[in-house]
């Protein structure tokens, strides 16, 4: 029996829970775009092809900021061939994913998709292939009210009023040799810093995000995004992360303790960016946009494995890396949006990549239906439930060791406590396969007033710890927590038993003790 004891104290809190935590990913990949939110004739298609079926569960995500159009996809990408008349637009090869972009999807269907999914556009600038001018010349169509060609072009193009797009993206991946105008540290730094004062030139209230480290095991991390701030620390706001998990070699307990990693890949590049900052003697302080982070079987052989990019010749939006995933999958996913939330003093942004059918939460048939995948869950009740201030618990769990990560504790957790509802949320994965996991919580300074409520996700009855949800078959979802009681004179300990191997959600109806 794995045993964990947390403490919640409603006065340790780390502020506010940023809501663009709870980002998603649409880039022009596969089917993410076509035939995933675009499908014009689809019988649940809007008047303008968007399909209502993914609006639907988008919103039921909870997806606060959609980054977009990439990805790798962006560096070599004319955002101009993307308005305009959909029938004078041109096919373009696009060389990240080696297939044809026919363009019928652009910025002005982005944009308005994005209302009706209610989610905040973020927008990447393509630093590949480009550079300053394309960079300031989208900014200006984008969001100068008019009076300008740029202005006036987007409004003879259907949209009157300006965009208003905030968040930019400088690029992306720009440490990656994979990437199309791929640079050093130096030469993206000078480039990001000029874009950015260019882009500000035309709207000073922008926020951006200059490309940090692809990942924690690139060669070049940690020297990347100090030579990169060193030219543009004074132009940005954000760095950017990556990140990336796999089951490999039948090892599950590293994977499951892969949360792990990512809060110490969240702890080195924040000392790096105040490294920086406190070497400038600057009070300006940068935080984190984690702009893509997921799991993603990339070692996975087959029809989707990024290996077999290229190999149909150039088609249009081809099925790639369509992950199916399962209950040992969600959990994982579950651990890494707590550690987005114990970080969320430093990481205010983050983008599950991506939102339909590559490495989706979300997966479609063309013409067919749209179902919820495992990591659906996770996301979608932390998004609904996690209101108010984030607290910093004090947690001691039960440890087991992994190959990759040391002795990683069995118990992992996150939690909030909004005060105006007078509701704590707490996030609760049990990463033992073994058994089941008891749980107290002790609550100071608050004593609960009712159990609001308490589900689980789990491995189903009569599956195991690959069990997967289809479009036929929603097996892997959430269902009530049962063992969840209130104990102590003053109802301040709430005891949880935790089945094995799995995440849970559970809201406290709380009153100040």
């Known amino acids: 029996m794995t045993r964990a004891r947390i403490v919640v ?21 596969g089917r993410c775009v076509y035939t995933g939110v675009f499908e014009p004739g689809h019988p649940a298609a809007d008047e303008e092809g968007f399909r209502t079926d993914v609006l639907d569960l988008t919103r039921e995500m909870g997806v606060s900021v959609v980054r977009y159009p990439g990805g790798n996809f962006v560096s070599g ?15 373009r090869l696009d060389g990240a994913w080696h297939t044809v972009e026919t363009n019928a999807f652009g910025l002005h269907e ?17 630093l590949g292939t480009r550079g300053v001018e394309a960079a300031r010349e989208l900014v200006e169509y984008a969001n100068h009210p008019g009076g300008t060609a740029l202005s006036d072009r987007r409004i003879a193009n259907g949209a009157k009023d300006p965009f208003g797009i905030k968040l930019w993206c400088l690029g992306n991946e720009m440490d990656g040799p994979w990437q199309i105008g791929h640079k050093t540290a130096d ?17 000073r209230d922008l926020e951006l995000v200059v490309c940090g480290s692809s990942g924690s095991l ?18 940005v706001d954000y760095v950017s992360m990556h990140a ?81 995933y399962t209950v040992t999958d969600a959990v994982v996913v579950g651990t890494f949006l707590n550690s987005l ?24 048939e063309p013409g067919g239906p749209a179902w919820r995948q495992s990591i659906f869950w996770p996301f979608a009740r932390t998004s609904a439930l996690a209101r108010g201030e984030i607290l910093r618990l004090h947690v001691e769990s039960d440890l087991a060791p992994t190959q990759r990560y040391g002795d990683a504790p069995l118990v992992d957790v996150s939690g909030t406590y909004d005060a105006e509802s007078g509701r704590v949320a707490l996030f609760l994965a049990n990463r033992s396969l073994e058994g089941p996991a008891d749980v107290e919580v002790d609550l100071r300074g608050l004593r609960v007033g009712e159990l ?35 104990e102590g004179e003053r109802r301040d300990v709430v005891r949880l038993r935790l089945p094995a191997l799995s995440w849970s959600a559970v809201q406290l109806g709380v009153m100040v003790a």
């Open 77 to 91: 990408y004319r955002w101009e061939d993307g308005v305009g008349p959909v029938a004078d637009r041109p096919r």
């Open 341 to 364: 939330l114990r970080h969320g003093d430093r990481v205010t942004i983050a983008n599950q990549a991506q939102l339909v059918n590559i490495i989706a939460p979300i997966l479609t």
């Open 110 to 126: 982005f944009m308005r998709w994005a209302g009706k999914a209610g989610v905040e556009p973020m927008e990447a600038v393509n």
């Open 187 to 203: 030469e993206y730094g000078r480039l990001a810093q000029e874009a950015a004062k260019a882009m500000r030139y035309v709207d």
């Open 244 to 324: 990336y998990y796999e089951e490999s070699d039948g090892d599950h307990a590293s994977f499951l303790a892969s949360a792990v990693d990512m809060d110490h890949f969240i702890e080195s590049v924040v000392a790096t960016i105040d490294a920086v900052g406190a070497a400038r003697k600057s009070r300006k302080r940068i935080n984190i946009s984690f702009d893509e982070w997921n799991v993603w079987y990339q070692k996975r052989e087959g029809e989707d494995s990024p290996s077999q990019v290229g190999t149909s010749g150039w088609v249009e939006h081809p099925r790639l890396i369509e992950d199916v």
């Open 9 to 29: 104290d409603r006065d340790f809190t780390l502020g506010e829970v940023p809501r663009r935590i709870f980002g998603s990913f649409v880039e022009h990949m």
């Open 452 to 486: 609001i409520g308490a589900e689980v996700l789990t491995i189903p009855e009569g599956g195991d710890r690959h069990s997967v949800s289809t479009a036929a078959d929603q097996r892997v979802g959430l269902r009530g927590l049962e063992n969840v009681t209130v």
């Open 218 to 235: 690139m060669p070049t991390f940690g020297a990347w995004e100090q030579t990169v701030l060193g030219h543009a620390y004074d132009e």
